[in-house]
């Protein structure tokens, strides 16, 4: 079957015109015309050169040479004035370009006039950090020897109940750690009467209670043995409440909620982790508690107030950045449940373990003891 050939692109018509020029016979046919290699280097790059001149020859032809555009030394690449009658012209009557609306240049309407405007969130301050004290005052914790009793080292007394069994009662009064400690209650009423957090309104100084307690886990499946509490009645007194073996949980427990029945809890990180943990473990022994007055969380005004000034809003930092003080010989938080067991195991066995419980004791009462000044600070500021 016979077919007619094909008649050439317009690639291989310009091709072969550029392929005839260069050997000076522009009349050759296409079919004569010797096309070079892609791979020939130098002269496919001459070649394609020659097919792009061709190209901007005929589009010439046929569309005419472009038109130099002359610069004219009025027009300037800066944002052009709005045009009469535009909605731009008709909002700088009302408020003029450079006029700040609400801090910064913007439309009557309250929108922005696009790129004109900088973007305020690449705008913010890098904030303020505060400074440490370079020499913070130090808190000391007693040291004690494995041959000391319990008793002798915390001076505290068994309390005993028929229902509930027996515990340890460790009561002293917050000057004995420290002087400063001994102006909290002024404070602290000089605050409720300025009424400056609603969670103290209608409360009395007497009212408050600073709780934090230490157990075995992050669960309340675990026991806890040491539940911390603060009370301004007269002088701030405070009570640690310890369990010396795990079946005086129970009356530690009862014990406290006898004491902080109606009153206005203080605590640091409490909504999350105390409450639902003093909660969870009464629940376990059966015993009837009821919820707080109120509850102030320390934790959740501190990041509210100092997450811009401080490099973490932990309570020892905010002890140090605050309150000017550090601690000494102090128990971190990770080594206490270890301890605890430790002690446990002691005192059964030789009636001792006070080297072990009197950093843990020291370190509950050192952080009620600041959450009191932190509040404190945190409504004179």
Not at 361 to 377: F, P, Q, S
């Amino acid at each position: 079957m016979n077919s007619e050939p094909r008649p050439p692109t317009r690639a291989q018509r310009l091709q072969a015109a550029a392929l005839a020029e260069q050997s000076n016979a522009p009349n050759a046919p296409p079919e004569t015309a010797k096309t070079p290699r892609a791979s020939s280097g130098g002269n496919a790059r001459a070649l394609h050169k020659r097919i792009r001149e061709v190209l901007k020859e005929q589009t010439q032809t046929v569309y005419g040479a472009p038109q130099e555009v002359e610069s004219t030394p009025e027009f300037t690449p800066e944002i052009a004035k709005p045009a009469a009658g535009s909605w731009e012209s008709l909002a700088d009557e009302i408020v003029p370009q450079n006029a700040p609306v609400n801090g910064r240049r913007g439309l009557a309407t309250g929108a922005n006039r696009g790129a004109s405007i900088p973007n305020p969130q690449k705008a913010t301050a890098h904030p303020q950090w505060l400074s440490a004290p370079a020499a913070p005052r130090a808190i000391l914790c007693a040291n004690h020897g494995r041959e000391v009793l319990l008793h002798d080292a915390l001076c505290g007394e068994e309390k005993t109940c028929e229902t509930h069994g027996a515990h340890y009662l460790v009561s002293r009064a917050a000057s004995e750690y420290d002087a400063a400690f001994s102006f909290l209650r002024a404070r602290l009423a000089a605050l409720i009467e300025r009424e400056t957090f609603p969670q103290f309104s209608g409360a009395n100084v007497k009212d408050l209670l600073f709780v934090d307690i230490e157990t075995t886990g992050l669960s309340a499946s675990q026991p806890l043995f040491l539940i911390g509490a603060l009370e301004l009645q007269n002088e701030p007194q405070l009570s640690l409440f310890l369990a010396r073996d795990y079946p005086e949980e129970r009356a530690a427990l009862a014990a406290f909620h006898e004491l902080a029945r109606g009153k206005t809890l203080v605590t640091f990180n409490g909504k999350s982790f105390d409450w639902p943990y003093l909660a969870g473990r009464s629940t376990a022994h059966r015993l009837n508690f009821s919820d707080p007055r109120a509850h102030f969380d320390l934790l959740h005004h501190a990041r509210r107030t100092w997450k811009h000034s401080l490099p973490n809003c932990k309570l020892q930092t905010l002890e140090l950045y605050l309150c000017g003080r550090t601690r000494v010989d102090d128990m971190p938080g990770s080594q206490i449940p270890a301890a605890y067991h430790e002690f446990v195991a002691t005192h059964a066995a030789t009636g001792g373990g006070a080297h072990l419980m009197a950093p843990i004791l020291h370190h509950n009462a050192l952080d009620i003891l600041t959450m009191a000044e932190l509040v404190c600070l945190a409504g004179e500021s």
